[in-house]
């Protein structure tokens, strides 16, 4: 007769991952870390992207708004309404002509673009605007911008663009700055024909409709018979120092009404 011990455990036999079976799990585990990873850098690579891309852009907005917002002031006269109000005394073709006896002095209605030596053409832009008040010039009210070696400069009591002591505007180890011009016209007719002269011919007449000048000395004051519009456009491109892949160009066009008051 057999007697059984109800206290006695029988033994299980319990089998592991076969080399098979752990080889396989190790090898679709780190497929899953690689692809995780993989999703990872693209992401950052993306978002770094995205921040230069933003910085730049950034950058050349800040840019441009000062640039334009500044140069509408050329011209800019306390007390312009009392000028143009005035009469303009007999003979006179413009109450700007020298012998006016009520006009802005010179300077206010004065633009000029040159350049800095070994820079591109048109490429720093002088004007005046009454900073301070009163109706008179002071060299103070002078500005400027220019570029020079791949900075944008500023300048105030500007008196050319080749003087000394400009002050930086952009940092050149963030940025570089390079085909800055300024494209000024009078008379500007709104077309892509830089400073040319319009004509209409009817019955085999030919009659003059518009002389577009640039604002070289001498056609500012405007005081010719036509319209007299004076338009700057400014252009320039940017490009990370860091990365010459990120490169932004702009440009604008503004209307300066303030420097001829015919």
């Avoid at 000062?66 to 309404?81: H, M, P, Q, T």
């Avoid at 030596?117 to 010039?137: A, K, M, V, W």
Wanted: proline content about 1%; hydrophobic content about 40%.
């Amino acid at each position: 007769m057999f007697m059984i011990n109800k206290y006695q455990t029988t033994k299980t036999s319990q089998r592991g991952f076969t080399l098979v079976e752990f080889m396989i799990s190790m090898a679709l585990s780190l497929a899953a870390v690689l692809v995780v990873t993989s999703i990872y850098v693209t992401s950052f690579s993306i978002d770094s992207k995205t921040i230069k891309f933003s910085r730049l852009n950034d950058e050349v907005t800040s840019i441009m708004a000062l640039l334009s917002e500044d140069i509408k002031r050329a011209g800019f006269v306390e007390d312009a309404e009392e000028i143009i109000k005035a009469t303009v005394p007999a003979g006179n073709t413009s109450r700007c002509n020298l012998d006016a006896t009520k006009c802005a002095d010179i300077e206010f209605r004065t633009i000029l673009v040159d350049k800095f030596t070994g820079e591109d053409d048109d490429s720093c832009i002088l004007f005046s605007y009454d900073f301070f008040g009163g109706g008179t010039y002071s060299v103070l009210e002078a500005f400027g911008y220019r570029i020079h070696n791949g900075k944008l400069e500023t300048r105030q009591a500007a008196r050319s663009c080749t003087e000394g002591y400009w002050q930086a505007l952009t940092d050149p180890s963030f940025v570089t700055i390079s085909a800055l011009n300024f494209k000024c016209k009078v008379s500007d007719d709104g077309d892509n024909t830089d400073y040319e002269t319009d004509t209409v011919t009817v019955g085999g007449v030919t009659t003059v409709t518009n002389i577009e000048l640039s604002c070289a000395a001498g056609n500012l004051p405007y005081a010719g018979a036509f319209n007299g519009t004076i338009t700057v456009e400014i252009s320039f491109t940017a490009t990370l120092v860091d990365d010459a892949a990120f490169s932004l160009t702009t440009s604008e066009k503004v209307l300066v009404r303030n420097v001829s008051y015919d």
